[in-house]
């Protein structure tokens, strides 16, 4: 903690932040402890060091110059073009069929051969659980994952064709 005392009151003195009885103080202090003369010294290296170097400026045409460049590049085509509506479509599709299906697994589990009453609701169970084992048995799970190890096969497939469709032919720079 002295040190850093130390310190703060020698650069307050290298500013000329001290007023005369202080200046003098560390005047003495310079003149009498090796300690404190040395840390002078340091600090008036940093102090020369910091107030002779300039920091280097960019030129007045650096953004100017900066945008040039950018413009010599290609820029990116516009959304339309690289979004297949296609596949934005697909993807729709297969949650509308998604919710279809368990609407349609939900409507067949209710018993409709019962007539309405007034009392109908507590009729059906509807805190009963679904029983998941007719649809998550290791036959649909297996026939599940190979539909989607195929479609995702065909979506790589397709943009590697793609890609390399785009591929520009050696030779031939225009």
């Known amino acids: 903690m002295e040190e850093q005392q130390m310190e703060d009151r020698l650069w307050n003195y290298i500013d000329g932040l001290r007023d ?3 200046n003098s103080a560390i005047e003495n ?4 402890q090796l300690e404190w003369k040395n840390k002078y010294r340091e600090l008036l290296e940093v102090h020369a060091l910091m107030s002779h170097s300039e920091l280097e400026e960019p030129s007045l045409r650096f953004t100017k110059n900066v ?6 590049y290609q820029v990116a085509p516009a959304t339309r073009n690289y979004i297949n509506n296609h596949i934005i479509w697909g993807i729709g599709g297969f949650f509308v069929l998604m919710v279809l299906g368990f609407l349609v697994y939900g409507f067949g ?3 409709w051969s019962q007539g309405s009453s007034p009392g109908w609701m507590s009729q059906y169970h ?5 029983d998941w084992s007719k649809m998550l048995n290791p036959t649909f799970t297996s026939v599940f994952l190979l539909i989607n190890v195929v479609l995702g096969l065909v ?5 590697l064709h793609r890609k390399n469709n785009t591929l520009p032919i050696k030779g031939s720079e225009n």
């Open 155 to 159: 979506l790589l497939d397709m943009y």
């Open 29 to 32: 202090l310079l003149a009498t």
């Open 126 to 130: 509807l805190d009963k659980k679904m």
């Open 67 to 72: 945008m040039e460049q950018i413009a010599r």
């Open 20 to 22: 005369d009885a202080e």
């Open 109 to 111: 589990q209710i018993n």
